[in-house]
């Protein structure tokens, strides 16, 4: 979430149009939606110690590469580097959370996500700081050795084997046998509202310091601080999303979080003051808490042998198309339409909450 905000300064010093620009992020989340699936299927493997591991330790290599990056072409191979690192990460968090807290998986997920927010509302404004007073190198550089410390912790803190029993009776499933189970109307549902919501989430994140500062007239530092503000309150929205997963299941859940963010869609465009921005901005954050119920479930209902492998074929495939989002949308914001692209946002959101009233959903603990 630092890329967003660095996205003028790129724009800048590597010349890049907006449609560039969002062909940057788009191809960050490209190559970290192709690397899931392996990276599921390896977690499922070989233990999600070793595969959580490896991956903060190629994403520190990957950010020297940017940081270090003398021409646009460099720039976006390091870019896709970092993507590929991180790709490893999700899956095996999921399910070494799911495997150990078995009786509150959206609880412990909601908790763990609201966590990254708290990461990612406070990255951002301190990298625009950085950025504005010494250089974007720095703004983006000095997140290195915390990531190095961080995968100290994750390797001595992870259980070695956190793989459950039903997992263990025998080998895991390869790709065509989890392809062919993956086929049912359920989860096809629930991939398609899981594209719909990275579309939505991965658009509106990449562009909107920019819009904050091209068209609502803000400096870059507030709109960073706003930009900050969204995930902050994610870290409420989560956990909430989790419990209410819990308790009254994804149906009931899914539709009320999703429709709030269609309303601060709809507001965004026409908003003109502090406060309006500050009320849509409130609105659209409701969205993520979309990801602690869809994966959950996911989670939760995936059989234990393909658990890994069959969320990373889910997560890469909705990531991967909701990766155009940002290059599309750059297109689009060329072309002088800001307000609307975020009105066509809202319009997707509404789509993707009727989907999820109307769609069938895999019943819970079957595995």
Same mark, same amino acid.
């Given at each position: 979430?630092?890329y967003p905000v660095?996205?003028p300064?790129?724009?800048e010093?590597?010349?890049l ?9 788009t191809f960050?989340w490209?190559?970290?939606?192709i690397?899931?699936a392996?990276g599921g299927?390896i977690?499922?493997?070989?233990? !999600?110690?070793?595969i959580?591991?490896? #991956? +903060?330790?190629?994403a *520190?290599?990957?950010?020297a590469?940017?940081?270090?990056a003398?021409s646009a072409l460099?720039?976006?191979v390091g870019?896709?580097? +970092?993507g590929l690192?991180?790709?490893q990460y999700?899956?095996?968090?999921i399910t =070494?959370l ?5 009786d509150?998986?959206?609880r412990?997920?909601?908790i763990?996500?609201?966590s990254?927010?708290i990461g990612q509302?406070?990255?951002?404004p301190?990298?625009?700081v950085?950025?504005?007073?010494l250089?974007?190198q720095?703004g983006l550089?000095w997140v290195i050795?915390?990531l190095?410390?961080?995968a100290?912790?994750?390797? =001595?803190?992870i259980p #070695?084997?956190?793989? %459950?029993?039903?997992a263990d009776d025998g080998e ?22 899981l594209?719909?919501?990275? /579309?939505i989430?991965?658009?509106f994140s990449a562009?909107y310091p920019?819009?904050?500062t091209?068209e609502k007239g803000y400096s870059?530092?507030?709109a960073?601080?706003? /930009?900050?503000?969204f995930?902050?309150?994610? *870290? ?6 989790g419990m ?6 994804a149906?009931?859940?899914?539709? *009320?979080?999703l ?13 003109d %003051?502090?406060?309006a921005?500050?009320?849509?901005t409130?609105?659209? #954050?409701t969205?993520?808490? #979309?990801g602690?119920?869809?994966q959950?479930?996911l989670?939760? %209902?995936?059989?234990p042998d393909m658990?890994g492998?069959?969320?990373g074929?889910?997560?890469?495939s909705a990531t991967?198309?909701?990766a155009?989002g940002p290059?599309?949308?750059? =297109?689009i914001?060329?072309?002088?339409f800001?307000? !609307?692209?975020?009105? *066509?946002?809202?319009l ?6 009727l989907? %999820?009233?109307v769609m069938?959903?895999e019943?819970?603990s079957?595995t």
């Amino acid at each position: 979430m630092i890329y967003p905000v660095l996205l003028p300064y790129f724009r800048e010093e590597f010349s890049l149009s907006y449609t560039a620009a969002g062909f940057l992020v788009t191809f960050i989340w490209m190559c970290y939606a192709i690397g899931q699936a392996p990276g599921g299927l390896i977690a499922d493997r070989f233990g !999600e110690r070793t595969i959580l591991t490896a #991956s +903060v330790v190629i994403a *520190v290599g990957s950010l020297a590469v940017v940081i270090a990056a003398p021409s646009a072409l460099v720039l976006f191979v390091g870019t896709g580097l +970092v993507g590929l690192g991180l790709s490893q990460y999700p899956i095996a968090r999921i399910t =070494v959370l799911a495997n150990l807290y078995p009786d509150r998986v959206g609880r412990v997920i909601g908790i763990t996500m609201a966590s990254g927010d708290i990461g990612q509302t406070l990255l951002p404004p301190i990298a625009s700081v950085l950025a504005v007073g010494l250089a974007w190198q720095v703004g983006l550089g000095w997140v290195i050795p915390l990531l190095c410390l961080v995968a100290v912790v994750l390797w =001595v803190s992870i259980p #070695s084997k956190a793989t %459950t029993d039903d997992a263990d009776d025998g080998e895991t499933a390869g790709f065509r046998e989890t392809f062919v189970a993956l086929r049912r109307r359920s989860y096809l549902s629930m991939s398609v509202v899981l594209f719909l919501f990275i /579309f939505i989430w991965q658009t509106f994140s990449a562009f909107y310091p920019t819009y904050l500062t091209v068209e609502k007239g803000y400096s870059p530092t507030v709109a960073g601080v706003l /930009f900050g503000l969204f995930f902050a309150l994610g *870290v409420v929205i989560k956990p909430i999303a989790g419990m209410a997963y819990d308790s009254i299941g994804a149906k009931r859940s899914l539709p *009320v979080i999703l429709g709030s963010a269609m309303i601060g869609l709809l507001i965004l465009p026409f908003a003109d %003051t502090t406060v309006a921005i500050l009320t849509a901005t409130l609105f659209i #954050s409701t969205m993520l808490g #979309s990801g602690a119920i869809t994966q959950s479930h996911l989670a939760e %209902t995936i059989p234990p042998d393909m658990q890994g492998t069959g969320l990373g074929m889910i997560r890469s495939s909705a990531t991967m198309a909701g990766a155009t989002g940002p290059v599309v949308f750059g =297109v689009i914001v060329d072309r002088g339409f800001f307000d !609307e692209g975020y009105l *066509v946002l809202a319009l997707l959101a509404g789509v993707v909450t009727l989907l %999820t009233l109307v769609m069938p959903y895999e019943s819970r603990s079957s595995t």
